[in-house]
């Protein structure tokens, strides 16, 4: 196996040990505040010399062949295109479709020794895996930001720290359920006599190999809760990332075959299954019989492509959905506009949890600041935008950058879908000149009254920062059409802005119905876009955007099998 | 709706309450021995009385129209036909295709309230169940033993307490898995001045309508888990009951109807889809958009359809196996052919969990009696087989009858397999003079040496009393057949016989490989086929025997998802 040269190990924090996964538990139950990794990347939590070293050992794999061991590979490709026109080129083994049998053949080759560790063990193991990816933190935050386009901060966050926290919390859960029976007992019943005595061994078998499929936009965030989940549950994993956004998986596998290898197990229990872009090796993959478990971020088409075909694994997607805001009143006009425009702004909008369709009765709404018409409470958003944005260097640094042409498309030609209420503008980077920044359009459109609004521009996902003010007849419409559209066409997120009880009543109930997190009246820094790690649920399952949430119990409890053996005690 | 008059509350035993739960939470942590239903029929248990009124409370049902409330149903419809020839003539509602409109619209109706009324109350309604159940126990040992052919204790226990033990372990699991979270909490984020702080309110969500298919010859005890499980996580419950197995599932609806009216529920949460012979209505049931949840207990095919066509379900299957029996030597050749005969008898062997297969080494066994060869062990289980049948009158308590024509026609036609060990002989019942009652036959087979055993007789599922004595080559042969037998064709249950560790090891590693439960040395009154609710596992689900166990976490966990809202605390 090739490896790069030993690393230090982690001087950033306290270790990832026991007690962090004691403290993780305990979160997960009681769901409070809690994360291991922190967030800020300042010299004052991660040294003076963490964030130069970071960024050289990113630069060092420009052009390189990344050194990663993937059996099955044929050739290498390259397939990177940084939204930021940060330069990448790195060449990454190529897996096609008639490198799969070697592939998965070596999968599955450490997969017994693996199992025999035992949960305790695995667990070790894994977080010894996320210390170690915790020390590249800065190197992943380079490669995130490099082929996502997220700023800096958001990379190291989001796609950094925040994901490291993702991965603890499978972990927290997947320990949890594997310990909750004894590896070993011995169950005694009465009877006449002496009691009928039997020695019984519980142990966990993984399910198979697993497959993650990674996304362009969150490629750590949202492919590690997966990845970790099944790895330490017992299977090996194979990680399909998106071709244009490989190399934070790259690092991350690299990381598992390095830990993997220096505790005594088979480094190809991880692996990168990297490709050309439209090779199709996702579907050839997830659809393999020794394939058990399958990880998906991406398109709704896919995705639905995976529940419906690749029967014999079970499938866990995230898609895409059409996330409501219903705005009924407010007690604070300003804080509503500011809070919104952070969401709409961060990341151009490019999450799975940013708003898209705002409902604002025709009427308008009671605010702080008295009446405000359906007009104000658009220009107020725009206003907010304006003022969020209004420093270039600091807006490039919240929104980032765009992450392909069909993303910049869509904002190009927002003006054929309604009225605008706000024009997106083109922003330089001071830094990336090549950089494709657009700053938030809001389209001001009619709900459409009755019928089925299926047909209508804001009924589909419209990935990005176009952002549609609908015009409802009354909340009542308003949440209408969240129900209808939470259960066609799914959604991640959900907001509602009322000073009224009962309108937040109903608002909970159209949300349990859809099923979808509600989020109310948040006019501070809490954001309707970001869930914390240990205590918010990220989707439900219950909708069509996602068929699992991170994490449950549900999340995990489906990875491994208990296979008992029993014999006769000694009375 | 139409209900039988009010029944008297069980009287027959320690109330099903909040403290049987906690015992049953206690025990599926702890798999220690735990029982909430006394499993013996005996007056001492039951009073004097329980018996005579439960049988008369069965046999009024004869040739009668079975009052339960089925929305959708047109007409009636009477399938049963009891392998004892006792008179039934039940009449059903009868649902068609053109009626799931109307029934999956009522089972939706209460879904929201019984969402709403929280866990508690659920488990709480749930266990009210249960008891009123235990309190027919004597009437529904009677349909099942009328229906499936199970002689009268094992209907008692299997088809009622038993089935009751393992429905409560799985409303035990599932209210551990709702209340593993806070229903309410404050979420503080340590900032800058004031901490943020959050108010989180976590709610179970049921899927969706939950269908579950029943089949001939555990119409209750493969029902309760499914049932009982997304019951009383939140979903509308229809039993879909095997047109020859109607009336334990009847009684039980009928019960959830009672119980859920009486507190205040809608009765229509649990209903009876009852079908003509053949008339595909599972099909029809399992892939409508509004079914998420498929329990089914029946065939590999059918099964293996549910699970490639009913994608937009979560599917849970118990099919069929091959189940190994694996004779090394032993350290009592007595108590080994008296605990096999005993498993091979039972029921005629009309378990799921039935050995089929058992593996000796051409060169025979070494014993406590010395060595034996090949054909010693087979007279030796026939001479087991025939001492514990000797007496007719008993051996009819323990083989029951023979469900069905196709069962029959097997062990007809066993002699056409290989060698006969033991012949089937036919059994007159002394009290019912139709009954079809069969004592096993054993068969003589070459396992066939290398190559694929797929299409060698044994190779595949022979249901009912027929079992296989293969010759091995040597116990690796053996083990080497379950493992492929295994991974190709499932297995529910496997056991070993092995005085050498070594080869218990090997058995062992099988196994876990397999994904199989595993007995070991059982010479005694623990028998492969059985297993204790709380403490072993029924199946595994991880081999193609079945997708899912009776009852882990994975069991229950998707059956619900969790959504929160979240806003603004206070300070």
């Not at 519980?202 to 965030?221: D, K, L, M």
Request: aromatic share 8%; net charge negative.
């Amino acid at each position: 196996m090739q490896c790069t040269p030993g690393r230090p190990p982690n001087a950033y924090a306290d270790a990832v040990d026991a007690d962090t996964l004691d403290q993780a538990v305990a979160a997960i139950r009681s769901r409070g505040y809690y994360s291991a990794f922190p967030e800020s990347p300042s010299p004052r939590v991660y040294g003076p010399d963490a964030a130069a070293e970071g960024q050289r050992a990113f630069e060092a794999w420009e052009g390189r062949a990344f050194p990663v061991s993937v059996p099955g590979a044929d050739g290498a490709v390259a397939t990177e295109k940084s939204p930021f026109g940060i330069p990448l080129g790195v060449r990454y083994p190529q897996v096609g479709a008639g490198g799969l049998d070697d592939l998965l053949t070596a999968a599955r080759a450490g997969m017994a020794r693996w199992r025999d560790a035992g949960p305790d063990t695995r667990v070790e193991v894994t977080l010894e895996i996320l210390q170690r990816l915790h020390g590249r933190v800065f190197e992943l935050a380079n490669a995130v930001m490099a082929t996502t386009g997220q700023a800096f901060v958001m990379a190291f966050q989001a796609g950094g720290t925040h994901a490291l926290d993702r991965a603890l919390e499978a972990v927290a859960f997947a320990h949890t359920e594997m310990t909750r029976h004894p590896a070993t007992m011995v169950w005694e019943r009465p009877a006449k006599g002496d009691p009928v005595r039997v020695e019984k061994t519980f142990t966990v078998v993984p399910r198979g190999v697993a497959v993650v499929i990674g996304c362009t936009t969150f490629p750590t965030w949202n492919s590690y809760p997966g990845l970790f989940a099944s790895l330490v549950t017992g299977n090996p994993v194979v990680v399909k990332p998106h071709p244009r956004a490989v190399l934070p998986l790259a690092i991350t596998v690299q990381t598992c075959q390095e830990v993997l290898a220096e505790r005594g197990f088979d480094p190809h229990l991880v692996t990168l299954a990297a490709e050309a872009e439209d090779a199709g090796l996702a579907k050839d993959l997830a659809t393999r019989p020794e394939v058990r478990i399958v990880d998906f971020t991406g398109s709704g088409e896919f995705g639905g492509w995976l529940e419906s075909h690749a029967t014999q694994a079970l499938v866990h997607t995230e898609k895409s959905g059409v996330n409501p805001v219903v705005i009924d009143s407010t007690g604070s006009f300003r804080g509503l506009t500011a809070n919104l425009a952070f969401t709409l702004s961060l990341y151009s909008g490019q999450m799975c949890t940013t708003s898209q369709n705002i409902y604002v009765p025709a009427g308008g709404i009671e605010t702080d600041e008295g009446h405000k018409s359906f007009a104000d409470v658009g220009a107020g958003l725009a206003a907010a935008v304006d003022k969020l944005l209004a420093d270039e260097a600091r807006a490039v640094e919240l929104l980032g950058a765009i992450v392909n042409d069909d993303v910049l498309g869509r904002v190009e030609r927002a003006a054929d879908l309604g009225e605008m209420v706000l024009e997106s503008r083109s922003l330089d980077h001071p830094t990336h000149p090549d950089a494709v920044v657009r700053t938030p359009a809001i389209v001001a459109v009619d709900a459409g009254g009755p019928g089925d609004p299926g047909d209508r521009p804001y009924a589909r996902e419209c990935f990005g920062p176009v952002t549609f003010l609908v015009r409802t007849a009354d909340t009542s419409e308003s949440l209408d059409l969240v129900r209808r559209l939470g259960h066609e066409r799914g959604a991640m997120t959900a907001a509602v802005y009322s000073t009224s009880e009962p309108v937040l009543d109903a608002a909970r109930e159209v949300a349990l119905d859809v099923g979808v997190a509600l989020s109310e009246n948040l006019t501070g820094g809490v954001y309707v876009n970001q869930s914390a790690a240990f205590s918010d649920y990220h989707g439900t399952g219950a909708n069509p955007a996602a068929n699992a949430a991170y994490v449950d119990a549900a999340y995990v409890t489906g990875r491994f099998r208990i296979v008992q053996s029993r014999r006769p005690a000694p009375a």
